[in-house]
């Protein structure tokens, strides 16, 4: 039952960071569906791998801050196909997206595990 509960609430973290995620990425202008689609479920599935994982990383903290940056990289590397933005290079939105995924990933873990009390 301890694991159920822990997926359910790393599942409903991942949906509500793709929620402000999507936010932030829309701040410029609207976004094309596929794009808005591809967000969610991006950050929906790192809470889902969060909840669902039994990887022993020593820390939680490193276990949510790994497993962000790692299921960014599809949404990262997806991003070098954006048009060319004189404001932000490609490069800067791959390494921001890994980078924001690894805090999603790490807040998501401390909702968890400590908030919630369902650790792995």
Same mark, same amino acid.
């Given at each position: 039952m301890e694991k159920i509960k822990r997926v359910i609430i790393a599942t409903l973290c991942g949906?509500? #960071? &793709?929620i402000?995620?999507?936010?932030?990425?829309? $701040?410029g202008g609207a976004l094309a569906w596929p794009i808005v689609v591809q967000i969610i479920l991006s950050r929906t599935l790192l809470g889902f791998?969060? &909840?669902i994982s039994s990887l022993k990383m020593g820390h939680f903290i490193v276990h949510g801050l790994v497993m962000g940056?790692? #299921? $960014?990289l599809p949404m990262a590397f997806s991003g070098m196909m954006?048009?060319?933005?004189?404001a932000f290079s490609k490069v800067g939105l791959l390494i921001s997206t890994? =980078? =924001?995924g690894g805090i999603y990933g790490l807040l998501t873990e401390v =909702?968890? $595990?400590l908030? #919630?009390?369902?650790?792995?």
């Open positions: 949906v509500l #960071f &793709g402000v995620c999507l936010l932030l990425a829309s $701040s791998a969060i &909840g940056m790692l #299921f $960014s954006a048009p060319d933005n004189p890994v =980078i =924001i =909702i968890t $595990s908030l #919630f009390k369902a650790r792995q």
